[in-house]
């Protein structure tokens, strides 16, 4: 084979190094391949099985949403949010409802903010049910990928029912929600708090009790501290690598600081923490809905709509803790309908670009329970 | 060897020989035991493909084929259809000749294994006398099928799980051959129908149970060298689908696919019937010392109760491989030569003193 005297595909720092006893070999994964979730497309450099080098190649779902977002009003600027990071598009939603509430200088009623953070709190469940799932599939437990989504279905349920949609929700407006919750939602979340909490403890029992998976996740990917903090990560991973920083607690928006919840952080930052930091935020999640639920209020659930929304000239910051992290949202208006400019600060892309940090020495296999724990979501970092 | 004349000592071969001079009875008996085992493979995957399907589906909490026939009992044989018409495809770069002779190989040695599987007291194509090295011998076949896969497939993932593969089947072989030498021993015959008859008696009489201890220690080691030889999770990591995509199938469609397939099933099935033989009495019915009940499981044929027991077995593999997570290739290679292999080596040897010092159960 003439593998190695090929030249080093671009993105490459070195190549193959003069002294290596074995043949190095860059192989293309992606971008159709079922361990990349979407069309990512990662080219490494291998030494037998072990990862020398890793370099991601983006943008086969760019969209350009950033450039639309400058043709579209505010509100039709709302459902383009749903389709940053699809499993957190409530939390997008209400990134970019905060930013022009800022702008307008209008609030949201009591009964509107509750709606609010019990949506998106049932999301950030959703979204790690989901990851849990597929990180058992991408380790060849089938099994776990369907018991994930068997709670996941029930959430989607409740979303469905609320808002008509089960993935990309359009839902928030400036000032509140598009639509009050049914008379359901309350009875309906209870039941499936109750039946999460038994099936966190199966879960429990199925994969992080297993020797085997903790075979392969301790120790694996490690992201330290420093390293976390530099490449911008945000979320799980970095509260993995034992940063304790989380958007709802640091920076707390709409009425997160009512509640009473952990921030739950890792300690030596490998593949391990990044899973039970996730599977505990969804414990503490469960917490902040049973807390929303006993004090949730009566009233209006939004405050008086606009018929058109302009917004003054300047600039606007939000930010959200999404399932992924952060997502800021950088807003420049000029009075008119349409923003000038908006940028997404998306968790998924800076989480992604310390992949090779994390991937390098080890083998394969762990390149791809890295992927999974970082939880990408490829639409989130091409935008 | 003894009195009883292979191939096939059935009512059909008798049949055969008394209607046909020796020499060409003996022929036509070869055919017709050969025949029967072309059958059986071919007719084998189709059922163990529905069970699996099934039993993944009832531990996935779903129901799993339901449409094709009562329960989705046609599915596999709508599937298996269904990839005879698919286009065979062969990338370019790929060597021919070893792109196509690759899945041939597999399912020759699971078929010619299941030759001296003794399914019931008389229904065996033939006894050889080292039955148990012909197994060794020609199950190390297939590793050659699935090497040649990837190496002609001109596909990086297919190389490396069939590398993967490799280094992976060896290794499990000698974990395989130490606890078959720990049987030939304590039974003192390397015929697989000696060995199912040196366990006559109660179910205590099977060697799972008659060496104290040993014998299931022996049998959950046999079991986890063969699921690993089965290339089935949780030690599937030559297909490894998130991570290669399809290991050494990657490039094969249509027909030469299913070969791959078939072949995986047979083995399955094949290591099943290993296992009864070696361990749970084969074709025996378990006798459990009440009088009505031995008389009634007795009425019960052999290969019933052969094909049950293989059954259970198949059942365990199946129930491994949806439970548990994928090990990683450097993980399997330890668990084999620093765990499974010390275990296997003191088993054997505390087999020869069980022997020796007469430990066995009466």
């Known amino acids: 084979m003439e593998i ?21 070999y860059y192989l293309n994964m992606g971008p159709q391949h079922p361990g990349t979730h979407g069309v990512l497309r990662l080219v490494l450099r291998l030494d037998g099985e072990n990862v020398q ?44 409802c905060m930013a022009i509430e800022k702008g307008l200088g209008i609030g949201v009623p009591e009964r509107g903010e509750y709606i609010r953070v019990m949506l998106c709190e049932l999301q950030r469940i959703q979204s790690h049910l989901l990851w849990w799932g597929v990180l058992g599939m991408d380790m060849g437990a089938v099994t776990a990928f369907l018991y994930g989504f068997k709670e996941r279905e029930m959430i989607t349920d409740i979303f469905e029912e609320v808002c008509g949609n089960r993935l990309t929700m359009n839902f928030f407006r400036p000032g509140g929600s598009s639509a ?40 694996i990917g490690v992201l330290s501290r420093e390293k976390a903090l530099s490449y911008g990560c945000t979320g799980p991973v970095l509260r993995g690598s034992g940063v304790q920083y989380d958007g709802r607690k640091n920076n707390p928006y709409s009425i997160y600081e009512r509640f009473d919840f952990e921030v739950p952080v890792g300690q030596g930052g490998d593949s391990f923490d990044r899973y039970l930091v996730r599977m505990e935020e969804m414990a503490q999640s469960i917490k902040i809905v049973q807390q929303a639920m006993e004090t949730f209020p ?22 959200v803790e999404t399932a992924r992290g952060l997502l800021g949202i950088y807003m420049v208006a000029d009075g008119t309908a349409k923003p000038y400019r908006l940028k997404y600060r998306s968790p998924s892309f800076s989480n992604l670009s310390a992949i090779n940090e994390m991937a390098v020495g080890y083998k394969i296999a762990d390149l791809i329970t890295i992927i999974s724990t970082l939880d990408l979501v490829i639409p989130d970092i091409d935008r | 060897m003894n009195d009883i004349a292979f191939p096939t000592t059935n009512a059909i071969g008798d049949l055969v020989r008394a209607n046909f001079p020796a020499s060409s009875a003996y022929i036509i008996n070869g055919i017709l035991g050969i025949a029967a085992v072309l059958i059986t493979v071919a007719l084998i995957p189709v059922f163990l493909v529905w069970m699996e399907r099934k039993v993944a589906a009832h531990f996935q909490a779903r129901l799993g084929p339901m449409r094709v026939g009562f329960h989705g009992t046609l599915q596999s044989v709508a599937d298996g259809l269904k990839l005879l018409f698919k286009e065979v495809l062969k990338p370019a770069g ?239 290679m330890e668990l084999e030569w620093k765990v499974l292999l010390p275990i296997n080596i003191i088993v054997l040897v505390l087999g020869a003193i069980f022997v020796a010092q007469g430990w066995i159960l009466p």
């Open chain 1, 180 to 219: 009050d919750v049914p008379d359901t939602f309350l009875p309906r979340v209870a039941t499936v708090i109750e039946r999460l909490k038994r099936a966190l403890d199966e879960y429990q029992t199925l994969l992080t009790d297993n020797i085997i998976f903790q075979e392969r996740t301790r120790g």
């Open chain 1, 298 to 319: 009566t009233g209006p659930y939004r405050s008086k709509e606009f018929s058109k929304y302009r917004i003054p000239t300047g600039s606007y910051f939000s930010q």
């Open chain 2, 94 to 332: 790929a060597d021919s000749f070893g792109f196509f002779l690759a899945p041939i190989l597999p399912a020759t040695a699971s078929f010619l294994v299941m030759t001296i599987i003794p399914f019931d007291h008389h229904l065996q194509v033939t006894d050889l006398n080292g039955g148990v090295i012909y197994v060794i011998a020609i199950s190390g076949l297939s590793v050659f099928g699935i090497l040649l896969a990837g190496w002609s497939s001109n596909n990086k993932y297919s190389l490396l799980g069939a590398m993967r593969s490799g280094a992976q089947l060896i290794s499990y072989e000698i974990s395989l051959a130490i606890i078959m030498l720990l049987i030939v021993l304590v039974s003192g015959t390397a015929s697989l129908r000696e060995i199912v008859l040196s366990q006559q008696g109660t179910v205590l009489d099977w060697w799972i149970f008659k060496l104290p201890g040993l014998g299931l220690v022996a049998f959950i080691m046999y079991l986890i060298s063969s699921t690993a030889e089965l290339n089935r999770g949780p030690f599937d990591i030559s297909e490894a689908e998130s991570e290669l995509t399809g290991g050494f199938t990657t490039e094969y469609s249509g027909i030469s696919f299913s070969m791959f397939f078939l072949a995986e099933f047979v083995n399955m099935f094949v290591a099943g019937t290993l296992t009864t033989t070696f361990f749970l009495g084969g074709f025996l019915a378990p006798q459990i010392g009440l009088g009505t009940v031995d008389l009634l499981f007795d009425a019960v044929p052999g290969f019933v109760w052969f094909f049950l027991k293989t059954c259970f077995i198949i059942f365990l593999f199946m129930w491994f491989r949806w439970s548990f997570p994928r090990l990683r290739v450097d993980q399997l």
């Open chain 1, 53 to 96: 080098e890793v370099v991601p190649h983006l943008g086969y779902v760019h969209r350009a949403i950033e450039k639309m977002a400058e043709n579209q009003t505010y509100l039709q600027n709302i459902h383009l949010t749903d389709r940053l990071d699809y499993l957190s598009s409530f939390m997008n939603n209400l990134g970019l």
């Open chain 1, 4 to 24: 190695n005297h090929l030249q080093a595909p671009p993105g490459f720092t070195d190549t193959a190094a003069a002294e290596a006893t074995t043949e190095e």
